[in-house]
């Protein structure tokens, strides 16, 4: 594990640069069921084609190289291939006895790409990667059944903690709980990271990324981005950002809000754009950087990279653009009672003890 006070420390003097899109550079190798599968799984009884955390074990030059790729084009920070290793995403693929090593080694091959470059004027960091899974626990799957619900809080719980443990004991210097639609399993799973504290275990800092789903400034679940931080800022994290879903071009109005009220770092990585009729991405690496060299000029960001359709170029162009601008400035924390519905109340007395609901 780096030693963690580093990055704050190289944070407080540039903004750092977070990898792309996994899944479409593996989507760029084409692999078929059979690689996917491997000797190891080639009897598995289930179709395991689009499980993009089996290829860690079934393919791992492949991860190890795509880590490779993004660390040269600029990456500080390289994220794990473990969106969905948790045993409730798993289990479409009759997968959840795989929970634990797909996290371990993801972890392994991140660290031995990244201290490959590191050097001592510039680390490297590896953020264990956890995906929302892909369940919802404040929505109901059935329209006829409004409170009926396909997973637990405790479910949850269960499935974060165990993918959490084994990143943290893998040696994960951050933890990524992202691409955050439902604020309520991302409380399951702050709830069971600090609960593996409990227990002993060395939490490394959280960096938490939510997700606006479509135009309407609001996660699926409601919620605007200040009441999302409301949300999550009894956690204390390392950052809050957004991810996924929006292009940069229409992301930036929520990232300035959440620079705005976020008395931690600010992180955003969009996708390259909005998808096509394909579901393909048509921002080139320059528009993207372009965008985010924008955010970086206007003080709203500590850290950026690239979501879905962002290639070692993007990284390579945002990395560039950034350069050499000043990192947003962290605001004192504030000193009023803020509470998170799906909108932020705020009380506009001074000197009242700070809360979240």
């Known amino acids: 594990m780096t030693n963690t006070n580093d990055i704050a420390a190289a944070n407080a003097d540039r903004i750092l640069v977070l990898d792309g899109a996994m899944g479409t550079m593996i989507q760029q190798e084409k692999p078929d069921e059979a690689a996917y599968r491997g000797a190891r799984f080639k009897d598995h009884p289930s179709d395991v084609g689009g499980n993009n955390e089996l290829l860690t074990l079934t393919q791992p030059d492949m991860i190890r190289k795509i880590h490779e790729d993004f660390l040269h084009a600029g990456a500080d920070i390289l994220c794990t291939n473990t969106f969905g290793a948790n045993a409730i995403s798993q289990a479409d693929y009759d997968m959840t006895d795989l929970v634990v090593e797909m996290n371990t080694e993801a972890v392994r091959l991140a660290r031995e790409a990244a201290d490959a470059v590191a050097t001592p004027d510039r680390p490297r960091w590896v953020a264990g990667g956890i995906g929302p899974t892909n369940q919802t626990a404040s929505i109901s799957p059935d329209v006829n059944d409004p409170g009926f619900r396909a997973v637990t809080f405790d479910d949850l719980a269960r499935a974060y903690g165990e993918a959490a443990r084994a990143l943290i004991e893998a040696g994960a ?183 979240a609901a």
């Open 173 to 355: 210097d951050l933890l990524l709980i992202e691409t955050i639609f439902d604020t309520l399993n991302a409380k399951a799973a702050l709830f069971a990271i600090d609960s593996l504290s409990d227990e002993g275990l060395t939490i490394p800092p959280l960096m938490i990324s939510g997700t606006i789903t479509d135009r309407s400034g609001r996660t699926l679940t409601g919620q605007t981005p200040e009441a999302f931080w409301v949300s999550m800022s009894h956690a204390r994290p390392y950052s809050i950002g957004l991810n996924c879903a929006l292009g940069a071009g229409e992301m930036r109005q929520h990232v300035r809000t959440l620079s705005e009220v976020a008395d931690t770092r600010v992180s955003a990585y969009p996708n390259a754009g909005l998808p096509n009729e394909m579901g393909g991405y048509d921002e080139t690496p320059e528009e993207t950087a372009e965008h985010l060299e924008e955010w970086a000029s206007s003080g709203l960001v500590n850290i950026v990279g690239g979501c879905c359709g962002t290639t070692p170029e993007h990284i390579r162009a945002i990395a560039e653009a950034v350069a050499g601008k000043a990192p947003r400035k962290i605001p004192q924390k504030v000193k009023r009672m803020r509470l998170s519905g799906l909108e932020m109340f705020e009380t506009q007395g001074a000197n009242v003890k700070e809360g």
